[in-house]
């Protein structure tokens, strides 16, 4: 989901549309749909947009759970001309830490994580209380070229494509992809500082940021022992209104605590493709990402394959393909199967707008997943095939005419 109103504010310094923001300083295809409310005072500019999911999950398996909560977030964005360039602030925050409590939602296959001094496996864990607080400023330097500055007590680096939750070809999918933590993880990093330059088709920027993941308490600052020792570098192309293509590479210290990591190499490719249609849209992002670790210079590869088709204004179809290498740590399995394992997963849904009430727009939607494990996995799943569904209600914010 594109940021609202950011295609619009750069019309209003240039005169000319620039590409839509996504996520942190990530880029959209220009033709991207905006949702939100929008709204304007005193020169500045509003907008607000958001997700609530109402979600039953059920996983299949010894490993499988189900599951009765919501995935949700919110997001704030208020910017104002300053000088000859543009101020903007943003924040997002999330109510999963009570909505879906602590050990997050069943998902087979998700990384293990630590909570409460156990290890959960096949669990996606909540977002933070607050997602973003970020404030960025804008500079021309000529007609086309402008520079771009972007500090984040919480935020995104510039690492990896935009992230799942912003996206239009996730729209219609609460569901964390299983490559998360080799492609976008990084979107919730207490601490960054982003640097760029940015023309209306190009984006180079390089960022310092911490790269510890966010603890299993979601509504605290996670600032104990920080620091700014991570370091990324992202070039965007977006060679029409269509597309945007993003290739970006970090280095990440080894890291204790959640998803504790040896010091490792992230390397991200990215394209997104959207088509405008006569009542919405078909949006398809490609991704591929990869964990290195300094130590054995294996690439830990992950790959996705992610649509979302508007049959019309009031339905859509949306799906998933992936490919990720789990190691055994990565599973909870360390000691029982062999360290690198290649997994597959499919999903396929379809969402249908229920209700439409003061511009908030309520759909209701169900989905089917199904992985695809090695036989050394099997006596863990009970089959080669786990398999889970997911029925929602959601709300939405409209697109924007």
């Known amino acids: ?67 009765l909560g919501s995935v949700n977030w919110l997001m704030a964005d208020a910017s104002h001309a300053l000088g000859s360039g543009l101020f903007r602030a943003r924040a997002m925050v999330s109510a999963e830490f009570l909505t879906l409590t602590g050990a997050g939602y069943p998902e087979l296959l998700q990384v293990a994580q630590p909570y409460k001094g156990t290890t959960l496996t096949d669990r996606m864990h909540p977002h933070e209380l607050v997602s973003e607080a970020s404030l960025t400023y804008e500079h021309p330097f000529s007609s086309g070229v402008r520079g771009q500055l972007y500090v984040a007590a919480v935020g995104e680096p510039a690492l990896g494509p935009v992230a799942y939750l912003h996206r239009p070809s996730a729209t219609s999918d609460p569901i964390a992809p299983l490559g998360h ?61 269509l597309w945007s293509v993003a290739a970006s590479g970090a280095y990440l210290p080894a890291t204790g605590g ?89 999903a396929v849904g379809y969402a249908r707008r229920a209700l439409a009430l003061r511009g908030i727009e309520a759909w209701i939607g169900a989905r089917g997943n199904v992985e695809l494990i090695g036989e050394e996995l099997q006596p863990f799943y009970d089959t080669r095939t786990p398999a889970g569904i997911l029925v929602y209600a959601q709300l939405r914010a409209p697109v924007l005419n």
């Open 258 to 346: 959640a998803h504790a990591h040896d010091a490792l190499d992230r390397w991200v490719f990215s394209l997104m493709h959207v088509v405008p249609r006569k009542e919405g849209v078909w949006a398809t992002t490609l991704v591929w990402g990869a964990n290195v670790p300094i130590a054995t210079g294996r690439f830990l590869h992950t790959a996705l394959l992610e649509t979302n088709f508007d049959l019309d204004a009031r339905s859509a179809l949306f799906g998933r393909l992936e490919y990720v290498t789990r190691t055994a740590e990565e599973l909870g399995l360390v000691g029982s199967v062999s360290d690198e394992q290649k997994l597959g997963a499919f």
């Open 1 to 67: 989901m594109a940021k609202p109103g950011h295609a619009q504010h750069e019309q209003h310094m240039a005169g000319t549309a620039f590409p839509s923001f996504g996520s942190g300083t990530s880029w959209l295809p220009a033709a991207t749909p905006v949702r939100g409310f929008h709204f304007g005072a005193s020169g500045w500019q509003f907008m607000m947009h958001g997700s609530v999911f109402l979600q039953f999950v059920y996983e299949s398996g010894p490993r499988g759970n189900y599951q």
């Open 181 to 241: 933590h080799a492609q976008d993880v990084s979107h919730e990093s207490f601490g960054v500082i982003t640097a760029g330059l940015f023309s209306r088709q190009v984006h180079v920027e390089a960022s310092m940021f911490n790269g510890a993941h966010p603890d299993e308490v979601r509504t605290n600052f996670d600032y104990e022992n920080a620091a700014l020792n991570s370091f990324s570098a992202r070039i965007t192309v977006n060679p029409s209104p």
